[in-house]
């Protein structure tokens, strides 16, 4: 056996995966989860103040549990030629950390305190912040350092969420020396090189997160910072100038942790990156193509060589930075704040009578009743997606607005909220779920819309995740809304393969992503294409109704 494999870690918003993958034939060997037990629990988020933290011991813990239980799947031969880790995470989550750049919440003076956790990157506590920063950069009458983010910063991002907590928490502010975004701490915690101000940061994140350009020398001036708040004054020195891209590496495995994880000590550990951005490379991005990785959120992504886009600038997106997917290539990011998210949030708003009311019965035992609660909550889509798909285009139906997290692209604003409308004593469970999919749809609608508008060539679609691959009725509408055909990757784990790949290029296995993603990157499972009539119906409901509904 000559081949090589690598591993991939992929830190979700509720879990860690851990996959092996071949090197040479990108076969996917085996592969775990681990769900973070505190964030399970509920533990240190407020849903009703768009409060959502986490504890770096959760990350830590299902790391171990994940890496051992995926390699336990595989042969001694196996596991000892894993020759490379990839990692990516969600972002910005950002977080506190002392000198030694140990993350506050693993002090026992700060172990309950959420302002010294992770802040999670649908954490929307500091709009009022990012508001602030937009009008400053756009009016200062210096650079305007959103102009490279899509022109407007948003609540989910680095600046405004340290901003928030340095106003609100004081013990926080005294004791933080810096901050690391989640992608970096992890590949620094896994390689020894946790000191704030040498480990490596990833240019996807500095760049789309926080306004770092190779333009004005890295990140926003001082002059800029301490100018939008006194309690920034000093932080920049206390982060980074430089940034790496994930063909890099992050350092090696440091002896403990090969031990924790039963692998080789000493091999690559590479520059960490968003889920997102991973999950593009695992699906193999390539030019011309559109990828749609859809998970609780939707991150669509193209790359752009430098000849094709020049100097010119897209407002409205998330950004668009060079390296930031592949080196050599400018990636440009949209997304929607909402995706899956939005149907577990229909989910839990039918079920709330069933837990209330059965969680009260007298007689059955307390497991036995939450054996009930979620046994039924597990079939309510799948139930709702059975009826939906039977329901016909209604251009008189209820119509649905997917802002329920706020809007991310076309042009960031994290305090918009979501809509149901149109409906009457016969709007039934169903069409509102129908409504609700079609609005997500319509989401990505918008976001295609303006990046053709900008001149970007978009030839094919390609959908990475779970719910394109499982249910047909949901990619189905966004096929038949885009007038376009989609591919599904195949691969159900198409983020931690993209880590694998980056490991692999990393280690030096592969010398290049395009020679790594031709080896490794996942095929496509299904292309869906559009049904003529449906799409005319839906365009024509897109151009009166939604466009309209928008603007209310």
Known sequence: MSAKYVLGLEYGSDLVRALVVNTESGEEVSSSVSFYRRWREGKYCVPSLNQFRQHPLDYLESME???????????????????????????????????????????????????????LWKDHTAVKEAAEINERAWNWGGVD??????GVYSSEWFWAKILHVLREDEKVREAAFSWVEQCDWIPAVLTGQTDPLTMKRSRCTAGLKAMWHEEWNGLPSEEFLSGLDPLLAGLRERLYEKTYTTSEKAGNLTAEWAKRLRLPAGIPVAVGSLDGYLGAIGAGIRERALVMIMGTSICHLIIVPHEAIGKKIIRGICGQIEGSVIPGYIGLEAGQSSFGDVYAWFRSLLSWPLRAIISDLEGPDTQLKENIIKGVE??????????????????????????????????ADQALKGAIIGLNLATTAPAVFRALVEATAFGTKAITEHFIKENLEIEEVIAVGGIPRKNNFVIQVITDVLNMPVKVAES??????????????????????QK????????????????????????????????GLEKI
């Open 492 to 513: 159900e784990e198409a983020c931690a393969l993209g880590a694998g790949i980056t490991a692999a290029v990393a280690a030096g296995i592969h010398g290049d992503f």
């Open 378 to 411: 597990k079939k309510i889509l799948g139930r709702l997606t059975e009826e939906a798909e039977k329901l016909p285009v209604e251009e008189t139906g209820p119509l649905a607005l997917d802002w329920l997290n706020g809007r991310r692209t076309p042009f």
């Open 145 to 150: 350092y959103t102009r490279y983010e899509g």
């Open 65 to 119: 549990e994940v890496v051992n239980e995926a390699l336990k799947q595989c042969s001694p031969e196996v596991r000892k030629r894993i020759a490379g880790i990839g990692v990516d995470t969600t972002g910005s989550t950002p977080c506190a950390v002392n000198r030694e750049g140990i993350p506050l919440a693993l002090l026992d003076e700060f172990k309950e305190n959420p302002n010294a956790m992770f802040i």
């Open 516 to 547: 790594a993603i031709e080896k490794m990157a996942s095929p496509y499972t299904v292309t869906c294409y559009p049904d003529k009539l449906r799409a005319e119906q839906y365009q024509r409901l897109y151009e009166r109704d939604i466009r």
